[in-house]
């Protein structure tokens, strides 16, 4: 059974950092590319930043050089660092893996921007 369980999220005020993490377990980690979408109240699910097996990121343009993404293959997790945080930043965040042509997605956490 595939699982990917997100946590760190919460409240921040502008300017802030806040980082959000995903254990993935139940698929082939290592194979897989990891990344992270949010979606905001009455909006689509957009794509934030993901990183390949070899460790190969692609960012959003409205998060590029704010945010950063990584991956551990050992303890298989995929953390997204955030930092100037911005009120348009406020959504759920949701970790994503894709293996082969299977998307996979957890239930996301809530970050908050607001002072």
């Known amino acids: 059974q595939v699982q990917l369980v997100e946590s760190g999220g919460g409240l921040v005020q502008p300017g802030g950092s806040l980082s959000v993490s995903c254990a993935a377990s139940?698929?082939?980690?290592?194979?897989?590319?990891m990344g992270w979408y949010r979606q905001a109240p009455g909006k689509n699910r957009d794509k934030v930043a993901t990183?390949?097996?070899?460790?190969?990121?692609i960012y959003a343009d409205s998060v590029k050089g704010r945010f950063t993404i990584s991956r551990d293959n050992v303890k298989r997790t995929v953390t997204l660092e955030m930092n100037s945080l911005k009120p348009e930043d406020t959504a759920v965040y949701l970790c994503?893996?894709?293996?082969?042509?299977?998307?996979?997605w957890g239930q996301g956490t809530q970050v908050t921007v607001s002072s």
């Open positions: 139940g698929i082939g980690f290592r194979s897989s590319v």
């Open positions: 994503f893996s894709r293996l082969g042509a299977r998307d996979y």
């Open positions: 990183i390949t097996s070899s460790g190969s990121t």
